[in-house]
């Protein structure tokens, strides 16, 4: 590579001519970029999402919504946000759900003693 304009070897390398002099400028100063970053350590797993996993694709077999799979872990003494549940089932290969019509969605009776918590229940996005 020696004797080739830097635009070229850059061009060659797949860089752009203002990345390759970057790099050069590191090497000379002997500098070089970390090109293979090695992994930090610390926790790689989310304790949460392992415990309620199971509960989360066993309700979701079930066609609930990654709301009332919340809203039922909540129920459990496991709470864990809707997009934690949303993460867990993309991980698993399930597709969001269709969006359900107001008529659709689940109200758990049991659970409502006033109109108003009825309300509030239907009126979360599916």
Known sequence: MDGLASAEVARRFGYSPGAFRVLC??????????FFATARPGRRDQPKKSRAHEQIVALRK???????????????GTPLSATAV??????????????????????????????RQCRRLRARPA
Do not use: M
């Open 25 to 34: 400028h590191a090497f000379r100063r002997g500098d070089p970029p970390e």
């Open 62 to 76: 079930r066609n609930y919504s990654v709301y009332e799979i919340s809203q039922a872990l909540k129920d459990q």
């Open 86 to 115: 949303r993460e867990v089932l993309a991980a698993d290969g399930f597709a969001p759900l269709p969006r359900r019509l107001d008529e659709e969605r689940r109200t758990d009776r049991a659970q409502c003693t006033s109109g």
